[in-house]
Structures are given as C-alpha cells and as structure tokens.
C-alpha cells in the first residue's frame, strides 16, 4: 500500500526562522513529487520534483528530493506570516496521493 | 498558469438530495482530472480519477454509486453526491493536470458542501 508521510504535523516558529518540513514515501511506480501550499482553498503548486540531489529553488523556498532514501524536503528561510498555511507533498504514481500535510504556523 | 474552476463555491442542502459540482479547465484541455475530499484539519483525499471518453476510477472505499463522475468533455468534469447524507459534508476539490496526467495538477478552488 502507498504511503506517504510528512514531519512535522504542526510547526510554530516565529518570523525570521528557518523550517525543515520533511516528506518521506513509499509508493511504486513513482514518477515524481510535487509541493504545494494549502492556505485557505485549494492548494497552490511550489515545486516538482523528478531527480535525486538537485535542489528547486523559488526566493525563500527550496526543496530537494532523494530518490534512494524516499524523502524530500522542503526548506523556508526567513520565515514570514504569510509562509503561515500547511504544505502538502504528493509524490505522483498514476495519481496524486497527498501527504498527511504539515501546518506551519509563524508568528510575528 | 492553468485556471481550473469549480461551481458552486459553497452548497447547502437537505439530507436525501442530490448535489452536482462541476469542475471546468478553463484555458487548457484535460482527458484527465481528479477528484478530492478534504475534511477539517486533513489533507486531501483522492476519491477518484475523472477520465474523458471512458468511465472513473475510484479509490478503494470510495461508493461509486454515491459519488458519479461523468468527464463530458475535454474541460469538464462533474462530481454528483447522490442522496447527500450529513456526514457527506466536506470541501470537495478537483484538479486537472496540464500537459499530461503526471504533470503539475492545477486545483479549483474547491466545494464547500454542506448538508443539513
């Protein structure tokens, strides 16, 4: 059975800190993880991810994916309010199965 | 990037009822789109995959009689929760991916549903 699991569930970090927000899998046929941030609707895309040790990377955000152990993680730097939201990974074999999510909560 | 619509955003209705969202690519055309359930506090849950020309393909523990899905065409897909009961309450999201079914998947901005 796939499985996907994320670390930690909930991160309350204050502005300016730097978060870790861990994804490990165990699917078949993987193709691919994908990121996405979660604020009040629907998700929002942040990265795809397809080769092992080659790090996405948008402004403060930047995420690497390790095929041989099965994680990825996604890194936030000088954390903001607004990072605040919980991020989904989804590693995608024929479909798209999302992790447990991770809520970061930064306050101010 | 991609604009995927849904409608309604929100929907109230009375045990017993049938309720239709409707998920719409807007400026791409997808033979595929899936369909998620996202209770309070979770993350999404895959229901079902919306396939254009041929029948969906559901979840294990997803009804199929419950939840129909019918891909009408290139850009649309509907989800009808038939005989809405109140624990059928939740935020229903698709998303269809551009490019091709393992690419980048573009969220609707979801379906509050609600049954009283």
């Known amino acids: 059975e796939d499985k996907v699991v994320q670390s930690p569930l909930s991160l309350v970090v204050h502005e300016g800190d730097t978060v870790t927000l861990n994804c490990s899998y165990e699917v078949t046929n993987f193709r691919s993880l994908l990121w996405y941030k979660q604020e009040k609707k629907a998700p929002t895309f942040l990265f795809m991810l397809t080769s092992s040790g080659i790090e996405k990377k948008s402004g403060r955000l930047s995420s690497i994916l390790d095929k041989k152990e099965l994680f990825s993680i996604l890194n936030i730097t000088a954390t903001q309010t607004g990072d605040s939201a919980v991020y989904l990974c989804?590693?995608?074999?024929?479909?798209?199965?999302f992790g447990t999510g991770t809520s970061l909560t930064v306050i101010p | 990037g991609a604009v995927v619509s849904q409608h309604p955003s929100r929907v109230i209705c009375k045990s017993g009822t049938s309720v239709k969202i409707e998920c719409r690519s807007l400026?791409?055309?997808?033979?595929?789109m899936f369909w998620y359930r996202q209770f309070p506090k979770q993350s999404l849950m895959l229901m079902a995959t919306s396939n254009e020309g041929s029948k969906a393909t559901y979840e294990q523990g997803v009804e199929k009689d419950k939840f129909l899905i019918n891909h009408a065409s290139l850009t649309l897909s509907t989800l009808t929760v038939t005989s809405a009961h109140p624990e059928d309450s939740s935020f229903y999201i698709c998303?269809?991916?551009?490019?091709?079914?393992?690419?980048?998947?573009?969220f609707g901005p979801g379906t509050r549903l609600t049954v009283l």
């Open positions: 400026d791409f055309q997808a033979t595929t």
């Open positions: 989804a590693p995608v074999v024929h479909q798209f199965y």
């Open positions: 998303s269809a991916p551009w490019g091709g079914p393992h690419n980048e998947q573009f």
